[in-house]
């Protein structure tokens, strides 16, 4: 049983695509405030995970946003903004469980 209420692939899919959704929303708005927490969402989970206590499953959400995380924009770099928002989403799709 997963500790983070990610108990199947689905479900990992799911919370994925819950980010990439805000991703995408994020990067229509482009201001600071919807960055920052796009952002926060992802070092939330960052630093939640716990490699003793995850399933499967926890380490394959848990390393795509280890590697969303990495990515993202800098707040005080507006410039790296767009690049940064691209590699979120890069990496969400590319760490996202395939579909059977």
Known sequence: MSVYGIETEDDCRKKIDELLEKTRRVGETMNEES???????????????NDK?????????????HEAYLRSPHLGRRQTWRT?????????KFMRPKEK
Do not use: N, P, Q
């Not at 206590?53 to 946003?65: E, G, H, L, W, Y």
């Open 35 to 49: 960055v920052a927490d796009l952002k926060a969402d992802l070092k939330r989970y960052f630093d939640l995970r």
């Open 53 to 65: 206590k995850m399933s499967a499953v926890d380490r394959t959400f848990f390393r795509a946003i």
């Open 84 to 92: 940064g928002l691209y590699e979120i989403e890069w990496k969400l």
